[in-house]
């Protein structure tokens, strides 16, 4: 008999916090396998995500094979985990991935806290001109990405959860949630 993992995704606004949550579900959960989508470099993606928002966000230009096929080899691997963990920005909306995610997480991380998450993250060894010209950015053109998936990945995802509640608390909630679903 063949064992099927469960998969699945978490995803936040860049700051919102899916890589510390991925990581640490991954310590609770038994026998768990995280792939980080930034981890890949997707070949014909889109070369710039402003552009690609403006012009309707078509999730289905983002050819995510790579990940497809590292799901596919773990889901066939000799030692099968319970679980896939995916940090993965785009719950259901691309084609290829959304019949692999069996549960669809949006940590939903005010704007405000995700921009300044990402300053202290980003920016430990740059001077102010860096982080000026970081939110220069993001407000003449990111934020537009940032809400991008606050008006189409969160209503696209089964659960959301305040990103603002501490990452022990949010894991909490995950790990009940995949309890009383029967995942």
Known sequence: MSVKPTIISIAAV?????TTITQKLGLELENTKELFFDDYDFENAPDDII?????????????LDPLVSDINRIKTSKEVPSYILL???????NDK???YIDLSIYI???????????????????NIND???????YLQYGRVAYLEMENSIKPNSDIVIDGTLPSD???????KEIR???L
């Open 169 to 175: 608390k949010i894991v909490e909630l995950i790990i």
């Open 131 to 137: 982080v000026r010209n970081d939110v220069k950015f």
């Open 97 to 99: 991935m959304k019949k």
């Open 180 to 182: 009383d679903r029967g």
């Open 14 to 18: 860049s700051g919102g916090g899916k």
């Open 51 to 63: 552009q690609w928002v403006n012009k309707g966000a078509d999730y289905n230009l983002w050819n």
């Open 108 to 126: 939903d991380t005010s704007l405000d806290v995700a921009m300044a998450r990402r300053i202290l993250r980003d920016h430990t060894d740059n």
């Open 87 to 93: 940090d993965y920005p785009f719950s259901y909306l």
